[in-house]
């Protein structure tokens, strides 16, 4: 434009100068245009009208999104809720099961306690009717020895008032028979009938002599029955004795395996009271672990709520306070464009008076080349076309 043209016209410095500052001014009016048009009213409300509807769509999908986060809280609520009585129920189950089965553990318990104490009630009264069976036949024996002392006494009696016969000639070492002794005559007294026995009878060596061979007879008799008594003794106490270790080997079987059955009972009863600690143990660290996860789930939906919460409450802080940023924006615009404008008015008067103070230069110079006439008329016509131009513009 008019700077161009003077550029065109002139290779001066001065001009060069005048042209870049002419450039800058053209710009900084444009953008003030530019800011000045973008600021005003119109296109503020334009754009809020063209905005209302995507603020619309906006709260339509933030409250949306609520009511889903709403639904999605409640329903994990409710999972967490029908979770944790499900595991309620299954620990109450549990527990009934461990308390029945704890009941005919205890019940079995006391049978095999009452059948424990049987035994040994049976035991003892084998042992008792044992020890009085050894008692009795004790008493047997020793009745036996004192009717079998009796009885020989007796036969040692009966033989001797049988071999001795009265008379004086009897030879010695004989015996006559007649085994009745004589009644004791009339007219004598027990004394001297005892005297005429007595004096009737053989002498005690001789007796002696003659009974020596009876007694040992009677006496290896008598080894013999005690030595036969003692075989029986022997082979009694032998039977009785295994008898009694048998019963103590089959009462040591019984025990030994009832213990190793009480044992294994136990043992299964532990391993199975042990894999219900576990199981339990994993199931309430597997719930505690839910919870903590349901409760992180629930904190997270809270901040998050509380996030959107403090976004929509920005938001329509924003969307109340923007009539008032806008009418403060455009009136801080309309004074900035006031004050580009005078501003601009002012260079532009600057720039004028250059060009004006320029144009009289360049006429002062034409006509002090066509009054001296030492120019070619080539650059003469130049410069005049230029000045042209520059008027007309």
């Avoid at 299954?90 to 527990?95: E, H, I, K, L, Y």
């Avoid at 110079?365 to 131009?389: E, F, V, Y």
Wanted: with cysteine; glycine share 4%.
């Amino acid at each position: 434009m008019p700077s161009n043209q003077v550029s065109t016209g002139s290779s001066m410095d001065t001009t060069s100068n005048d042209k870049k500052l002419s450039n800058h001014m053209s710009r900084r009016f444009e953008a003030a245009l530019i800011a000045i048009g973008e600021s005003s009213g119109n296109r503020a409300r334009v754009e809020a009208a063209h905005l209302q509807g995507y603020y619309a769509r906006g709260l339509h999908n933030a409250e949306k999104a609520q009511m889903d986060l709403l639904s999605a809280q409640q329903s994990l609520q409710d999972a967490h809720k029908n979770f944790r009585k499900e595991r309620l129920d299954q620990m109450s189950a549990n527990r009934n099961l461990k308390s029945l089965q704890k009941s005919e553990d205890l019940v079995e318990h006391h049978t095999l306690m009452r059948q424990k104490d049987e035994l040994t009630r049976v035991a003892l009264r084998n042992e008792l009717a044992i020890s009085e069976t050894k008692r009795l036949r004790r008493e047997l024996d020793r009745r036996q020895a004192a009717t079998d002392l009796n009885s020989g006494v007796d036969n040692f009696e009966l033989n001797l008032r049988r071999l001795v016969r009265p008379g004086d000639k009897a030879k010695e070492g004989e015996m006559g028979g007649g085994e009745d002794t004589p009644p004791m005559p009339a007219g004598r007294t027990p004394l001297e009938h005892m005297d005429l026995m007595k004096s009737r009878a053989p002498a005690n060596a001789n007796l002696l002599a003659m009974s020596q061979p009876y007694l040992k007879s009677i006496h290896a008799a008598r080894i013999e029955e005690l030595d036969a008594r003692r075989e029986r003794e022997a082979r009694r106490t032998k039977v009785i004795v295994e008898q009694q270790k048998g019963l103590k080997d089959a009462e040591e079987k019984s025990a030994a395996a009832a213990l190793v059955e009480r044992l294994a009972k136990e043992g299964e009863m532990e391993r199975r009271q042990a894999a219900e600690l576990w199981r339990r143990e994993g199931d309430e660290k597997r719930v505690d672990e839910e919870e903590r996860l349901a409760r992180e789930k629930e904190y997270q939906i809270v901040r998050a709520r509380e996030w959107d919460d403090s976004i929509r409450r920005d938001a329509e802080r924003l969307l109340a306070t923007k009539d008032e940023r806008m009418a403060a924006a455009a009136l801080a615009a309309a004074e900035n464009a006031k004050r580009k404008a005078a501003l601009k008015r002012e260079k532009s008067r600057l720039f004028a008076e250059k060009v004006v103070v320029q144009l009289i230069q360049i006429a002062e110079r034409l006509i002090a080349a066509r009054a001296n006439k030492r120019r070619s008329k080539s650059p003469g016509c130049r410069i005049a076309s230029g000045l042209d131009d520059l008027v007309k513009e």
